[in-house]
């Protein structure tokens, strides 16, 4: 009799085996992107979800999506909103520990007591005053008695048509400011139910396009260097995942210098994200190419203060704010490359 066919080898066998297989089951190597040189354990990949809105001045927020799909570290996963204070619920519950947003709005969720930081910026110009195209205004002065809409009174265009109006000696009761979701403005520009608007792109190129508005003013022509949106990070995330943090802000940075010199492709990219027509994002992007720019992105605290002064100002924050303490700039790269990013 051959030894295997012995009933109490047969046994053993099958029992070697069942543990054997049980220690794959741990494992999960299909789990792990890779295994480093020298050592025998897979390493899994990180996941964290960070919240855009599809407008260009969050343009890096997806292309990072984008670019970490073949990363070997952390996965970024775009997470698309449509308004701003669904973003705000979803990080005040602890849903979201990552997003781009206005920057008024993060100094005013600090003066709240919501444990944040702005770990970087989103853009720099990339807003535009949009009129209707059958009105002679040619200065925010010949605004008077129009209908103006903005995005929110927490945001930064809100600011900057104050700072333009104290600018041109124009008595704000003189214009009527309506808050509108920015989506909405072309339509309403359109239909005669608004006179102007000021909003990020690409809402305001889309009344360019289909021929119902004219550009008064790029937010660069105001306000050289704009910021609108920032990207947020909580305390916890910083405290818990440290390096992820690390990796986000260096793919936002490599994004945003990939975009610059790839506009085209930015578009190509992004658009699927945003679900807008991509002829629409490459013309903002191309027409002119200073229209936004993404770069030049670590906030400084002279600029950060002069925002949270003007807030205070226009009544969106109660007290003065030491953006100081609201800034953190640990996680920036001291050198910034492209991104390599193959697109199909």
């Known amino acids: 009799m051959s030894t295997m066919s012995s009933p109490l080898v047969r046994w053993g066998a099958g029992a070697i085996a069942f543990v054997a297989l049980l220690g794959i089951l741990?494992?999960?190597?299909?789990?792990?992107?890779?295994?480093?040189?020298?050592?025998?354990?897979?390493?899994?990949?990180?996941?964290?979800?960070?919240?855009?809105?599809?407008?260009?001045?969050?343009?890096?927020?997806?292309?990072?999506?984008?670019?970490?799909?073949?990363?070997?570290?952390?996965?970024?996963?775009?997470?698309?909103?449509?308004?701003?204070?669904?973003?705000?619920?979803?990080?005040?519950?602890?849903?979201?520990?990552?997003?781009?947003?206005?920057?008024?709005?993060?100094?005013?969720?600090?003066?709240?007591?919501?444990?944040?930081?702005?770990?970087?910026?989103?853009?720099?110009?990339?807003?535009?005053?949009?009129?209707?195209?059958?009105?002679?205004?040619?200065?925010?002065?010949?605004?008077?008695?129009?209908?103006?809409a903005i995005p929110s009174k927490y945001s930064n265009q809100y600011l900057v048509i104050r700072k333009l109006m104290k600018d041109q000696g124009v008595d704000p009761a003189t214009i009527r400011f309506v808050e509108m979701a920015p989506p909405d403005m072309p339509g309403a520009l359109a239909a005669k139910a608004i006179d102007a608007y000021f909003v990020g792109e690409p809402h305001a190129a889309r009344a360019e396009l289909d021929g119902s508005g004219r550009v008064l003013y790029h937010a660069k022509d105001i306000w050289p260097r704009f910021i609108s949106c920032v990207l947020v990070v909580t305390d916890r995330l910083i405290a818990e995942r440290p390096a992820v943090v690390r990796d986000l802000v260096r793919g936002i940075a490599e994004s945003g210098e990939w975009a610059e010199t790839h506009r085209v492709d930015a578009a190509k990219v992004v658009s699927p994200y945003f679900r807008q027509d991509e002829k629409l994002v490459r013309y903002v992007l191309t027409q002119p190419k200073d229209r936004v720019s993404y770069r030049m992105l670590t906030p400084r605290d002279d600029e950060m203060q002069r925002i949270a002064d003007m807030a205070l100002e226009s009544g969106i924050l109660e007290r003065h704010l030491d953006v100081r303490g609201l800034v953190d700039r640990e996680f920036i790269p001291t050198d910034i490359e492209a991104a390599h990013i193959d697109v199909r």
């Open 26 to 148: 741990r494992l999960r190597p299909w789990q792990g992107t890779k295994t480093p040189a020298g050592e025998g354990a897979p390493v899994t990949r990180e996941t964290l979800a960070v919240g855009f809105l599809p407008v260009t001045c969050h343009l890096t927020c997806p292309v990072t999506d984008y670019a970490s799909k073949t990363s070997r570290s952390t996965r970024f996963e775009s997470q698309r909103f449509t308004d701003f204070p669904t973003v705000v619920e979803t990080v005040k519950s602890g849903r979201l520990d990552a997003t781009f947003m206005i920057a008024p709005l993060a100094m005013k969720l600090r003066e709240q007591g919501v444990n944040i930081r702005i770990a970087y910026l989103g853009h720099r110009d990339g807003s535009t005053v949009m009129v209707r195209k059958d009105l002679p205004a040619s200065t925010l002065k010949d605004l008077a008695g129009r209908v103006f």
